[in-house]
């Protein structure tokens, strides 16, 4: 079941800021993700990647695949030949495999940063520091990615200001990096905010949120 009227109505508020959905859809039927596309979507995140690999077999071929869960290297492989944009690299090591599992099918894979944000310990991504270490290495030699903008997930959290805060956060380290330009390629994406929040993300500069449960109902 999705909520196709809550969907038109996202849809018509993202257009105001010229936002882009993901539509987060793991843990759900693919009967479900394509009664969206029949709807127009075709932006759709996915947590896991043996579910990803799953829907992908069955689901029309112009379907835009964001791996948004946390990626193993060694699961890249799985991936690599149809992923869209991988939302949550969160080490240099995992550039590389995933820069290595591109150059062997002749793709180049599109990137984003997670930083870590949230208070929470468990959640994954680059710290300030760690950031400066990332954009001070060799990126350029990865000629398999690139590296299009930074992600991040806030606190789960009913205090506003808190959260709010973390994605003023997110935003000051993109404005830091964005005039970058490795290889050509610079930051143009700010993937931030979910159901519960993704209005105070689009206030606080996101391009891209990534809506499950508003969509499809509660997991
Ligand atoms: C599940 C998930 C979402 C969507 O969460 P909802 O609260 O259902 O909108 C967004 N981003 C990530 C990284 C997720 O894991």
Redesign the pocket.
């Known amino acids: 079941m999705i909520n196709s009227e809550v969907y038109k109505q996202i849809i018509e508020e993202l257009k105001l800021t010229n936002t882009t959905l993901?539509a987060?859809s793991?843990t759900k039927p693919a009967a479900d993700i394509q009664a969206l596309y029949n709807l127009g979507q075709l932006d759709f995140?996915e947590?896991y990647v043996q579910e990803l690999v799953d829907k992908e077999t069955v689901l029309p071929k112009d379907v835009r695949w964001h791996f948004?869960?946390h990626l193993q290297s060694n699961k890249v492989k799985y991936i690599a030949p149809f992923v869209h944009l991988i939302?949550?690299v969160d080490s240099y090591r995992l550039l590389q495999e995933i820069n290595k599992q591109a150059k062997k099918i002749n793709r180049t894979i599109d990137c984003l940063i997670q930083i870590h944000i949230a208070t929470e310990e468990t959640k994954f991504g680059f710290d300030g520091a760690e950031l400066e270490t990332l954009f001070s290495s060799d990126l350029a030699s990865l000629t398999n990615i690139r590296i299009k903008g930074m992600?991040g997930?806030a606190s789960f959290s009913d205090d506003a200001t808190k959260v709010r805060g973390e994605f003023i956060r997110l935003k000051s380290f993109f404005d830091k990096y964005k005039a970058l330009s490795i290889s050509n390629y610079q930051l143009t994406v700010i993937s931030m905010g979910?159901?519960?929040d993704?209005r105070l993300a689009i206030e606080e500069g996101s391009t891209m949120v990534?809506?499950?449960?508003?969509?499809?109902g509660?997991?």
């Open positions: 993901v987060v793991k995140g947590n948004i869960g939302h949550g992600m997930m979910m159901s519960g993704y990534r809506i499950g449960s508003l969509l499809f509660n997991r």
